[in-house]
């Protein structure tokens, strides 16, 4: 099979939920026999062309200087490339991933007559914080694309999935829903020094909805009775200059430590030493990283924000808490800093949770049964 997968960026150069889903998928189809051409903005410094596990990785249109910050211009260069690219070669299916390469895609397959399935990870609120980049242009757009024509809609969760019907009008029968996965070999080949001792970790885009700065509140409350806290923060965005200048304010630099760019191995060994894994989340498709912290072992907290609902059983492999309800969050966090035993229990549930509902394997077997009866209609 012949495949072509459509995204704005891809790891390594990007390490968003999105691109580490597809290249988990896209090696997967390659080791399986098919072919799997990506298409991605380009990068400083990288060629046009790259092979990444198998994957041809295309960078066409525009350099992207910063990811993920791109103009209008960019956006319309990359509408132009994809256009051209998808108009010269031919592909048994296109899987174009939500926003800006929805419209190229869904325009090439009408005339090329190719089916194309249209990935969305997650869908906007009407909370400030939900749109960081041109928020309402962005979010007009949101509304068109993704009533596009789509011979199947997949999304990552039954949240986005029910957003997508209730708030956007998009048909409920046209949308799968394949949960993200993890990569449990890897994972487990990873060894790492003993845990920290209370410290928990945060791993994620520094953006606004991500509300790291409500684990800056939380810690400088805890320190008090438990001084021995810690947090890793892992990640870049937007909002680490006012996170870093929070810290500082809070006289918390002997408690907080941020780290970005790591490798896999690194983050899973980071992942590892820790505690507890934390998602303060108002906005989560999914939520890959809960995952892969239960593959280590590790309980987690989030806020009950689209997907995390379907990764946390809550009191079975981690906790799920109100949106912003900051408080109960700080009570679970002392909660299983404070219980040892329960921290164990709960990542023993997500290991097994992970087993059964986040095997990569598993997901790649029910992506092709949706791509395989896409193409036969």
């Avoid at 990007?14 to 990068?43: F, P, Q």
């Avoid at 910050?69 to 108009?87: A, E, G, K, P, T």
């Avoid at 509300?211 to 947090?231: A, E, F, G, Q």
Wanted: hydrophobic share 35%; proline share 3%; with cysteine.
């Amino acid at each position: 099979m012949n495949i072509c997968m459509v995204l704005e960026f891809f790891v390594p150069h990007y390490n968003g939920g999105g691109e580490h889903r597809y290249h988990e998928i896209a090696k997967r189809l390659v080791s399986r026999g098919h072919n799997v051409d990506l298409l991605t903005m380009k990068v400083p410094g990288v060629p046009e062309y790259e092979n990444v596990d198998g994957i041809n990785v295309h960078h066409i249109g525009p350099t992207i200087e910063t990811a993920p910050n791109r103009s209008m211009l960019d956006f319309l260069r990359y509408f132009i490339s994809v256009s051209h690219w998808l108009l010269k070669h031919q592909y048994d299916i296109v899987d174009a991933q939500a926003y800006s390469p929805l419209l190229s895609s869904s325009i090439m397959s009408r005339i090329t007559k190719k089916p194309l399935i249209g990935t969305i990870h997650d869908t906007s609120s009407s909370s400030k914080d939900q749109w960081i980049q041109s928020s309402h242009t962005a979010s007009r757009m949101e509304k068109f694309l993704v009533n596009l024509k789509f011979d199947r809609i997949i999304t990552v969760s039954h949240a986005t999935k029910n957003s997508l019907i209730n708030d956007f009008g998009v048909n409920g029968d046209n949308i799968e829903i394949i949960y993200n996965g993890v990569d449990i070999h890897k994972y487990d080949s990873v060894k790492a020094d003993n845990a920290v001792q209370n410290q928990i970790i945060f791993v994620g885009r520094l953006a606004p909805h991500k509300h790291v700065d409500h684990l800056i509140t939380i810690l400088d409350n805890l320190r008090k009775d438990m001084p021995s806290v810690k947090l890793l923060i892992v990640g870049k965005g937007e909002e680490k200059e006012n996170i870093v200048q929070m810290v500082s304010d809070y006289n918390l630099s002997e408690h907080v430590t941020f780290k970005q760019d790591l490798s896999d191995e690194d983050l899973i060994k980071e992942i590892k030493k820790s505690e507890i894994l934390v998602l303060p989340s108002t906005r989560e498709g999914f939520g890959m990283v809960l995952a892969e912290a239960n593959c280590c072992y590790k309980p987690v907290i989030a806020y009950a924000s689209g997907g995390t609902v379907e990764v946390i059983e809550n009191g079975y492999n981690g906790f799920l808490v109100e949106s912003e309800n900051v408080n109960e969050f700080q009570e679970k966090i002392i909660e299983l800093l404070e219980n040892k035993e329960l921290q164990k229990q709960l990542g023993f549930n997500g290991r097994k949770k992970v087993e059964n509902d986040f095997d990569w394997e598993k997901i790649v077997d029910e992506y092709l049964e949706i791509v395989n009866c896409v193409i036969n209609q």
